[in-house]
């Protein structure tokens, strides 16, 4: 993650809805707020000079995933593994450290023995990996992005927003709570990946393979990144809110192809390959997965709901309290909503995205191949098989081979909002920054490297949230743009958050 737009798939919704809708029908279930109230509030003692220095010297490491994946820099990762280990004695001495990864092993996995074998294991995912700076976009930048800057109060670079900030607050977390002589109960897992940008094949899909094989059954809690708090990130609502992932979509690629016979264009068939597979497509596109409400939308409009504007209550309780497999009058005027642009209609369908078209060589040349890839993104339910059958019944033409090339993840399960793992997400993220925000969960559309472990059953609640606290939704242009940079005293918080949730999970029992 996370690119701007990746963001506001799941948000836009609420722009849409404020546009205004005339409706009548009261609920008759409460709609009250969700809101936790009155949560003490936890300063924890950072070093902050010495944090900002190791978190901007970390921006330095080019641990860039460019498109082309024969362009990897593996020193730089090797280099920045030396330099996490130099920076956090005390957790390279007390944890175990493996670096995997399938082909390439860039990807960490550090262990913390819990005192407890009996309580269900943690897992804290960051990434390593970073996106390129493009070459015309150096000069908007006030700072060098991999200089690591220190200025104006922030750090400044590629990374310090996107992910790198949380694997130092993480590790400077549990180098306090090491010299403190703290050890979990539970077994706590922290997973760097390698590739996150480009979809996490290598690192998080492998170790989540691993951690597998290692025989663990249930995650009590798994946290990545998503959202950071921002006023005014879900349109609709001024106030500062934290978005908590609970779900996020599948990914799979299809390619449609045919190999016949080709031939010389003076005396072509009736049908050429490329107008077969052409008229596939079409087909496809006309076949589009029908629409529904899935239950993360179902929970987003429970708890955000109740913060929207007054008009449309009926209409958000509608959605917060409907029933899967049944469509009220309400429902379908929220999906009707929805549907009317690429944005919101993404969270309430499979999407069908044909991407590429390859066919022919030469203009006076039938190719004896045409080949179409289609990219779809799965509601959950949505499986490669149900894709398939999807497709072939479409297109309906058994001349089409059909051949599954992705690393393709299902949609993954859908994270408990409001179950123990979520309330203590949300006590922390009010200990930490106060109670005057909205904590909310939300449906992620796009997706980060969680979900090779949330597509898993053995770990249905995985909670995204990127714990920094933004300024404005200004700032988000930095993620995946030009200056991207954190605050430092922000940075001292989020430490502070990881800090007083590791305390927090002693607390949190098996499922
Ligand atoms: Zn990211």
Same mark, same amino acid.
């Given at each position: 993650?996370?690119?701007?737009?990746?963001?506001?798939?799941?948000?836009?919704?609420?722009?849409?809805?404020?546009?205004?809708?005339?409706?009548?029908?009261?609920?008759?279930?409460?709609?009250?707020?969700?809101?936790?109230?009155?949560?003490?509030?936890?300063?924890?003692?950072?070093?902050?000079?010495?944090?900002?220095?190791?978190?901007?010297? &970390?921006?330095?490491?080019?641990?860039?995933?460019?498109?082309?994946?024969?362009?990897?820099?593996?020193?730089?990762?090797?280099? %920045?593994?030396?330099?996490?280990?130099?920076?956090?004695?005390?957790?390279?001495?007390?944890?175990?450290?493996?670096?995997?990864?399938?082909?390439?092993?860039?990807?960490?996995?550090?262990?913390?023995?819990?005192?407890?074998?009996?309580?269900?294991?943690?897992?804290?995912?960051?990434?390593?990996?970073?996106?390129?700076?493009?070459?015309?976009?150096?000069?908007?930048?006030?700072?060098?992005?991999? &200089?690591?800057?220190?200025?104006?109060?922030?750090?400044?670079?590629?990374?310090?927003?996107?992910?790198?900030?949380?694997?130092?607050?993480?590790?400077?977390?549990?180098?306090?709570?090491?010299?403190?002589?703290?050890?979990?109960?539970?077994?706590?897992?922290?997973?760097?990946?390698?590739?996150?940008?480009?979809?996490?094949?290598?690192?998080?899909?492998?170790?989540?393979?691993?951690?597998?094989?290692?025989?663990?059954?249930?995650?009590?809690?798994?946290?990545?990144?998503?959202?950071?708090?921002?006023?005014?990130?879900? !349109?609709?609502?001024?106030?500062?809110?934290?978005?908590?992932?609970?779900?996020?979509?599948?990914?799979?690629?299809?390619?449609?192809?045919?190999?016949?016979?080709?031939?010389?264009?003076?005396?072509?068939?009736?049908?050429?390959?490329?107008?077969?597979?052409?008229?596939?497509?079409?087909?496809?596109?006309?076949?589009?997965?029908?629409?529904?409400?899935?239950?993360?939308?179902?929970?987003? %409009?429970?708890?955000?709901?109740?913060?929207?504007?007054? &008009?449309?209550?009926?209409?958000?309780?509608?959605?917060?309290?409907?029933?899967?497999?049944?469509?009220?009058?309400?429902?379908?005027?929220?999906?009707?909503?929805?549907?009317?642009?690429?944005?919101?209609?993404?969270?309430?369908?499979?999407?069908?995205?044909?991407?590429?078209?390859?066919?022919?060589?030469?203009?006076?040349?039938?190719?004896?191949?045409?080949?179409?890839?289609?990219?779809?993104?799965?509601?959950?339910?949505?499986?490669?098989?149900?894709?398939?059958?999807?497709?072939?019944?479409?297109?309906?033409?058994?001349?089409?081979?059909?051949?599954?090339?992705?690393?393709?993840?299902? &949609?993954?399960?859908?994270?408990?909002?409001?179950?123990?793992?979520?309330?203590?997400?949300?006590?922390?993220?009010?200990?930490?920054?106060?109670?005057?925000?909205?904590?909310?969960?939300? =449906?992620?559309?796009?997706?980060?490297?969680?979900?090779?472990?949330?597509?898993?059953?053995?770990? !249905?609640?995985?909670?995204?949230?990127?714990?920094?606290?933004?300024?404005?939704?200004?700032? =988000?242009?930095?993620?995946?743009?030009?200056?991207?940079?954190?605050?430092?005293?922000?940075?001292?918080?989020?430490?502070?958050?990881?800090?007083?949730?590791?305390?927090?999970?002693?607390?949190?029992?098996?499922?």
């Amino acid at each position: 993650m996370f690119s701007y737009t990746k963001i506001f798939t799941g948000l836009i919704s609420a722009i849409a809805l404020s546009a205004g809708v005339s409706v009548c029908a009261a609920s008759e279930q409460e709609f009250s707020s969700m809101q936790m109230k009155n949560v003490e509030k936890v300063e924890v003692k950072v070093d902050l000079d010495g944090a900002a220095k190791r978190l901007s010297k &970390a921006v330095t490491f080019k641990t860039i995933s460019n498109q082309d994946r024969n362009d990897f820099d593996a020193k730089a990762f090797t280099d %920045y593994h030396a330099y996490l280990e130099k920076s956090y004695p005390k957790v390279h001495a007390k944890l175990k450290k493996e670096v995997l990864g399938d082909p390439r092993p860039y990807s960490l996995l550090y262990t913390w023995e819990g005192t407890d074998p009996t309580l269900q294991p943690a897992l804290f995912y960051a990434h390593q990996d970073v996106v390129p700076v493009p070459a015309d976009s150096r000069d908007q930048w006030k700072a060098d992005p991999f &200089a690591g800057t220190i200025k104006d109060g922030y750090i400044w670079g590629r990374g310090s927003l996107d992910d790198k900030n949380q694997i130092h607050a993480i590790l400077e977390a549990a180098e306090m709570k090491i010299t403190e002589g703290w050890q979990p109960s539970r077994t706590l897992y922290f997973v760097f990946g390698q590739d996150e940008e480009v979809g996490g094949p290598e690192g998080a899909r492998y170790i989540a393979d691993v951690l597998e094989k290692r025989g663990i059954e249930r995650f009590a809690f798994v946290m990545d990144e998503s959202a950071p708090i921002t006023p005014g990130i879900f !349109p609709g609502i001024k106030e500062n809110t934290a978005l908590i992932g609970i779900a996020q979509k599948g990914f799979i690629s299809l390619e449609l192809s045919i190999n016949g016979i080709g031939g010389h264009s003076s005396m072509p068939p009736e049908e050429s390959n490329i107008g077969i597979v052409a008229e596939a497509i079409t087909k496809l596109e006309k076949a589009q997965f029908p629409y529904r409400i899935h239950p993360a939308v179902r929970a987003q %409009y429970r708890y955000m709901g109740p913060e929207l504007d007054k &008009a449309n209550q009926p209409l958000y309780s509608a959605v917060a309290f409907g029933k899967d497999g049944e469509v009220t009058p309400l429902e379908q005027e929220f999906i009707d909503l929805m549907s009317k642009n690429e944005l919101t209609r993404a969270m309430i369908h499979t999407t069908i995205a044909v991407t590429m078209f390859n066919a022919g060589i030469k203009d006076n040349v039938l190719p004896p191949t045409a080949a179409a890839i289609v990219n779809f993104r799965p509601m959950p339910g949505d499986t490669p098989e149900v894709i398939i059958a999807h497709v072939k019944k479409a297109i309906a033409d058994e001349r089409i081979e059909i051949k599954d090339i992705s690393a393709s993840t299902p &949609a993954t399960n859908v994270a408990n909002a409001g179950g123990p793992g979520y309330k203590m997400l949300e006590k922390t993220i009010r200990q930490t920054w106060g109670n005057d925000l909205i904590v909310s969960p939300f =449906f992620v559309v796009g997706g980060s490297d969680s979900k090779h472990f949330q597509a898993r059953s053995f770990a !249905p609640d995985v909670y995204t949230m990127t714990a920094i606290q933004l300024e404005n939704t200004e700032e =988000f242009k930095g993620f995946h743009g030009v200056n991207e940079r954190i605050l430092v005293k922000e940075y001292g918080r989020s430490i502070g958050f990881f800090y007083t949730l590791f305390n927090n999970l002693e607390q949190l029992k098996n499922k």
